[in-house]
């Protein structure tokens, strides 16, 4: 088992504690290194296996509008579309579901944004309806969280939404069992080491976030063939998750 879906959260030259805030440059060199290695691309639905080369997707948890503002006039340049998630209760509004860590509060995309991401080829996923933690809810609000959003994202932008993304990369069998009833195909999370053991769910493509933190060569390993180098990857990815479970715990106790 190997990743072929890097997911990246904000693509910006602001200044924030978290590890999931790229800077620009730093962010086309990523995308050129990619290029040079072989790599194709496509959205994560899209996947195909050509001849030569192979496929990957690119994939933006959140839909900050910084993604507009930075990551897409890099992509397009490249030809390259991507996936983004989409937090169905936030279109145009901060984030305020999220525990601020920069100094301003970050705006999603509108819909005139996402619409047209949509006309240049990117795909739309669900991140939810309000971004909670899917597998701390109970059966009601987990349907809601999953279904009202895929519907409302398919309602306003007139495609398909097969794609969810859980929030935290929080998934179990209840929430998979759950998104596949309302018409999911596809369920993102991260990379758990339960996947090295054949224990995947239906429906499941890992992914690996891309940090701050990682140098060119350490995003290549993310994508890469060499199971040494993606086992480090997935070890650091479960470890700054496992700190990040933070978010969880403060958000329910406001």
């Not at 969280?145 to 398919?154: A, D, F, G, M, N």
């Not at 939404?161 to 209840?174: D, M, T």
């Not at 990815?237 to 969880?248: D, E, K, P, R």
Request: charged share 25%; net charge positive.
């Amino acid at each position: 088992m190997r990743s072929r879906v890097l997911v990246y959260h904000k693509i910006d030259d602001i200044f924030e504690l978290s590890l999931n805030c790229i800077k620009p440059a730093r962010f086309e060199v990523q995308i050129s290194s990619l290029e040079r290695a072989g790599k194709r691309f496509s959205t994560i639905s899209d996947f195909k296996s050509p001849v030569e080369g192979e496929v990957i997707a690119i994939s933006f948890d959140d839909a900050y509008e910084c993604v507009y503002r930075h990551a897409y006039p890099i992509l397009d340049r490249y030809g390259i579309p991507a996936t983004v998630f989409v937090i169905a209760d936030y279109i145009g509004k901060k984030n305020l579901w999220d525990v601020p860590l920069s100094v301003k509060r970050e705006r999603h995309l509108n819909k005139e944004q996402i619409h047209e991401l949509v006309s240049r080829g990117w795909e739309i996923g669900s991140h939810t309806l309000t971004h909670r933690c899917l597998t701390i809810l109970g059966n009601g609000e987990l349907k809601e969280e999953l279904e009202i959003s895929k519907k409302r994202l398919e309602d306003l932008f007139g495609v398909e939404v097969k794609a969810l993304s859980v929030p935290f990369g929080r998934l179990n069998q209840r929430v998979a069992d759950a998104a596949l009833g309302v018409g999911y195909k596809i369920i993102c999370g991260f990379f758990p080491f339960r996947l090295y053991y054949g224990r995947a769910y239906i429906g499941e493509i890992p992914r690996l976030a891309v940090y701050s933190i990682d140098s060119v060569h350490e995003v290549l390993s993310k994508v890469g063939n060499n199971k040494s180098r993606l086992f480090r990857e997935v070890l650091k990815q479960n470890i700054i998750n496992f700190c990040a479970n933070g978010t969880i715990l403060v958000k329910s106790l406001g």
